[in-house]
């Protein structure tokens, strides 16, 4: 890696830590579904010098001097945005998806008020009520849930809505392999009076290139991070729809001020570019295969998975993402031997809970896995039945282990696992097969 060399003249420390990122990244399988490769365009805007700018307020009306030219990044970004998704209001300041959805809280309810969202251990996100989460402190929280398929209980939905009369109302989540029912949602919305906020920090990329549905024509609201499938710098965006004004005209104000005095300050000029830079490339014919193929590859990864003896949480996926239930494998509780044989294998995925978890949101027994990265590294239909047998053979190589009961028995026997797992020569075989493999995939800050 040369590509930091001020870094390395002067914080060897730092740079060596960031050259063994850059090669973790590098030679394993990236199968986060949460994460991509950003380009080199919106690494230089991250780098840049607007990072040096204050700039609290919004374009023509700001707190300091010298703004004129943030003042036409941040309206470029506006109006890419506004053009991309095809919404007549948006913010692009929110510092990333978490802070972009506590400002939608802060626009439409009072603390206090009762809000819903999915479940966490259901795929949903902390911040859409979990109770673990600020948004659950400040407001009440009425979560739902997925059935025993993994779809959205809509009868639920509607009954705990008619019950509580919700403010506001999320639709998105973080693990779902599902497509979402937008109008759905909008018709319950309506019925209760809530708002309906549309939550696509997962599938914004796909939306952009007509691979999945978009939320504008039935939510009031929708955020989105810009760093998931979008594939831009690490950041968020709230948008208000025609519907949105349509029920309150001051939407897109109230939100404006929810971020800014409401909950931050000056916002990310350098990020801000670089979304603008991002939007650019996902207007492109070549995103719009991107996200085509985001789905095509998913669905060749469900098929070798399970041709390869996996169980997949829905049989299948509608999106970017496949939950794997372990339980056929381990019994309850084994997301964590399998993310860990995963990670010594030399692919990163994170443990996750499955519909009706038989185990704990601590303890899951399953693993989320996504294409949006490898597909950015130009992987195709052919090289995910390669990962598939890959995933099943890391997993199959670790089967005899099970979750002990009792905390203390389970801490100490993980850890023993970890270390084996470690050690692996199986696993270890994987991973040098992997490391080869990826050779034939550049990354897109090291092409030419
Ligand atoms: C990732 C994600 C967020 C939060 O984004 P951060 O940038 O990590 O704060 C919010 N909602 C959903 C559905 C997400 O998947």
């Not at 607007?50 to 309206?75: A, C, H, M, V």
């Not at 492109?284 to 997949?312: E, H, W």
């Not at 999106?319 to 056929?328: A, E, F, K, Q, T």
Request: charged share 25%.
């Amino acid at each position: 890696m040369h590509a930091y060399p001020r870094i390395k003249k002067q914080d060897p420390k730092i740079y060596k830590m960031i050259e063994r990122e850059w090669d973790r990244q590098a030679d394993g399988l990236e199968l986060i579904p949460s994460e991509n490769y950003t380009s080199p365009a919106v690494m230089e805007a991250m780098g840049s010098i607007l990072t040096n700018k204050y700039s609290e307020g919004y374009p023509g009306r700001r707190y300091y001097g010298g703004n004129e030219f943030i003042d036409e990044i941040e309206q470029e970004a506006i109006d890419r945005t506004k053009k991309i998704f095809g919404v007549p209001y948006a913010n692009v300041q929110p510092y990333s998806g978490s802070p972009a959805n506590l400002a939608v809280y802060v626009a439409t309810c009072k603390p206090g008020d009762t809000v819903m969202g999915l479940n966490l251990p259901d795929g949903g996100h902390l911040t859409h009520g979990w109770k673990y989460s600020a948004t659950a402190q400040f407001y009440k929280s009425v979560p739902y849930h997925v059935r025993q398929d993994g779809r959205v209980d809509m009868e639920e939905v509607r009954a705990l809505a008619l019950e509580h009369k919700p403010k506001l109302i999320w639709v998105g989540a973080t693990a779902y392999p599902y497509q979402y029912d937008y109008a759905a949602f909008a018709k319950i919305a309506d019925e209760v009076g809530a708002f309906l906020a549309a939550d696509i920090a997962h599938v914004a990329g796909l939306i952009v290139a007509s691979a999945h549905p978009s939320p504008v024509p039935h939510a009031h609201i929708v955020t989105t991070t810009t760093h998931k499938t979008l594939r831009g710098p690490r950041g968020g965006i709230i948008m208000t729809t025609d519907r949105g004004i349509k029920k309150d005209a001051e939407l897109a104000s109230r939100i404006d001020k929810a971020i800014i005095p409401g909950l931050q300050g000056g916002p990310h000029n350098h990020q801000t570019a670089a979304i603008a830079i991002a939007l650019k490339e996902a207007a492109t014919p070549a995103f719009r295969s991107y996200g085509k193929q985001i789905i095509k590859n998913a669905k060749a990864l469900a098929d070798s998975l399970k041709t390869n003896g996996m169980t997949l949480v829905s049989g299948g996926t509608e999106n970017h993402l496949i939950l794997l239930d372990l339980v056929p494998i381990f019994g309850a509780g084994g997301g964590h031997f399998a993310s860990d044989a995963l990670e010594a294998a030399g692919m990163t995925a994170n443990k996750n809970t499955i519909p009706k978890d038989p185990s704990s949101a601590f303890y899951p027994s399953g693993v989320r896995i996504g294409t949006p990265a490898i597909t950015t590294r130009g992987m195709k239909e052919k090289d995910m039945k390669k990962v598939g047998e890959w995933i099943a053979r890391a997993i199959h190589a670790i089967q005899e282990y099970r979750l002990p009961e009792g905390k203390d028995a389970r801490v100490a026997y993980l850890a023993q696992c970890k270390k084996e797992i470690f050690r692996n020569k199986e696993l270890l075989k994987i991973r040098a097969e992997i490391k080869t493999f990826c050779k034939k995939f550049v990354l897109p800050h090291t092409a030419r």
